[in-house]
């Protein structure tokens, strides 16, 4: 079986999505999904675990990014299709890989959905108090559920807006925050306070490492580009320019607007509970300045949710249309939309209500715990299956693919022990020891299930 015939036959079946993403669009629809909760809220957390140290975290975390980056330009130039790494993996190391990386990815994402709702309910506690924080999450849900069930085009539209007012509103804060830092002659701004409260490394090396699983929870959902190429008029260069523009602006907006919040707010403050940018806008005292930043990271968290609501949709199609999910979520309405699986893919917003109600202070942890097994795992199984996508190219020694990582094998294997070192890591630690917890046995349950049930319907073969 040919390399080319053999990964048509799984883009086949995924065929009747409609095709209008433009590569801006696609580029913001990256945006959207990595800069949202992660960045405005979940940095609290890392700053806790590492002190000023987490600008190493982000560091490596983005090495880590950059190089998934890489991988799946590679693979999703060559191939794309909704089911991007899912079928990748399917395709270049077997059907039960395939299957465990949908499911895991799937379950990952719609858990974030949640965690994206359960921060809006946290910034709209900053104008609205004594309002229930389930009239929030159910009154924005249903508005992007209802963007979602629209059509591509409008999905699109509305992540590029969306993502458009978080992009101007990070320039203007990091323009800001510079011009206080370096611009206002203030002896109590500066990068003084880097290592004036306990050092650099308040809470030692192994802080500072912790603090990575948090970035790499900030940094998830930009593998969604590869998922999105699908629905992209033209793939190839609308991933070639969407992978590049997004590592860049990822590099200047988490670095640099951590490096500013961390100059201009003591550690020991920014790592407490809610947002640090908040937090800045109300030590620098300007009037107003701390409701639209609440705004702008409110905007956020509903881009972030919206692209999410969008990847876990396309990821329960997929599954369908392999014969490993209901046939009525592979099914398209006239629009081109799954709607069934959209509907399907909002469990994460009832299980965000329920956990909000029971323990709305402890919610956001601990759905950001459970759903980073997922989203380790799926990353992890990116780099496995670059690896053996890399090597049967080479083994048949095709023409040279348009888009190549480079210094492979070694960047490809970097990444995957980085990885696999971060898994390890959840563990060791009190606030993500949940994530194996609850990781290992779903990944048990959902081979029993393909053993059970799907082994027999294969819809691919492996590659030989």
């Known amino acids: 079986m040919s390399q080319s015939r053999g990964f048509d036959e799984i883009a086949q079946r995924e065929q009747g999505l409609h095709r209008r993403l433009s590569a801006g669009q696609m580029s913001m629809i990256a945006i959207g999904g990595a800069i949202g909760t992660g960045l405005f809220l979940g940095s609290s957390f890392a700053i806790g675990f590492a002190g000023p140290s987490v600008l190493i975290s982000y560091a490596i975390g983005g090495l880590i990014t950059l190089l998934l980056m890489g991988c799946l330009a590679e693979m999703t130039v060559a191939h794309s299709t909704s089911g991007s790494f899912g079928a990748f993996a399917e395709y270049y190391i077997?059907?039960?890989?395939?299957?465990?990386?949908?499911?895991?990815?799937?379950?990952c994402i719609v858990?974030?959905?949640?965690?994206?709702?359960?921060?809006?309910?946290?910034?709209?506690?900053?104008?609205?108090?004594?309002?229930?924080?389930?009239?929030w999450i159910a009154s924005f849900s249903a508005v992007l559920i209802a963007v979602n069930a629209a059509?591509?085009?409008?999905?699109?539209?509305?992540?590029?807006?969306?993502?458009?007012?978080?992009?101007?509103?990070?320039?203007?804060?990091?323009?800001l925050g510079a011009y206080v830092v370096f611009g206002s002659g203030s002896p109590q701004y500066g990068v003084q306070h880097y290592w004036m409260h306990q050092g650099?490394?308040?809470?030692?090396?192994?802080?500072?490492?912790?603090?990575?699983?948090?970035?790499?929870?900030?940094?998830?959902?930009?593998?969604m580009i590869a998922v999105a190429a699908g629905e992209a008029d033209d793939p190839e260069k609308a991933v070639k320019q969407a992978f590049r523009a997004t590592m860049l602006r990822l590099a200047i907006f988490y670095l640099v607007t951590l490096a500013l919040i961390l100059a201009i707010v003591p550690w020991s403050e920014a790592g407490q509970s809610g947002s640090p940018f908040v937090k800045v806008m109300q030590v620098l005292g300007i009037p107003g300045a701390a409701g639209v930043i609440n705004f702008i990271v409110l905007i956020a968290a509903l881009s972030a949710m919206n692209s999410q609501l969008y990847i876990t949709t396309r990821m329960m199609f997929s599954l369908s249309r392999a014969g490993h999910a209901p046939a009525s979520m592979g099914r398209l309405n006239r629009r081109g939309i799954p709607l069934n699986a959209l509907l399907m893919s909002t469990g994460g917003i009832a299980l965000a209500t329920v956990l909000?109600?029971?323990?709305?202070?402890?919610?956001?942890?601990?759905?950001?715990?459970?759903?980073?097994?997922?989203?380790?795992?799926?990353?992890?199984?990116?780099?496995?299956?670059?690896?053996f996508f890399r090597r049967h190219h080479d083994r048949q020694g095709r023409a040279p693919l348009s888009f190549r990582m480079k210094c492979f094998p070694v960047t490809t294997l970097t990444g995957g022990l980085l990885m696999l070192a971060i898994l390890v890591t959840t563990a060791f630690t009190d606030a993500f020891r949940m994530t194996l917890v609850f990781g290992l046995p779903f990944l048990l349950a959902l081979?029993?299930?393909?053993?059970?049930?799907?082994?027999?319907?294969?819809?691919?073969?492996?590659?030989v």
């Open 200 to 223: 650099f490394f308040p809470h030692g090396i192994s802080g500072m490492w912790v603090a990575v699983i948090v970035s790499i929870f900030s940094y998830l959902s930009v593998e």
């Open 111 to 135: 858990l974030a959905v949640g965690t994206e709702v359960t921060a809006v309910a946290v910034y709209m506690k900053y104008w609205f108090p004594t309002v229930p924080s389930w009239l």
């Open 356 to 387: 909000n109600v029971l323990y709305p202070d402890q919610s956001f942890t601990l759905m950001m715990a459970i759903s980073m097994f997922g989203a380790i795992f799926t990353w992890l199984m990116i780099f496995v299956t670059h690896y």
């Open 151 to 175: 059509s591509v085009k409008a999905f699109g539209t509305v992540e590029y807006w969306f993502s458009t007012i978080k992009v101007l509103a990070i320039v203007a804060f990091i323009v």
């Open 94 to 107: 077997g059907p039960l890989a395939g299957f465990l990386v949908r499911y895991a990815y799937w379950a």
């Open 447 to 463: 081979s029993v299930a393909y053993g059970l049930f799907f082994r027999k319907n294969l819809t691919a073969q492996r590659v």
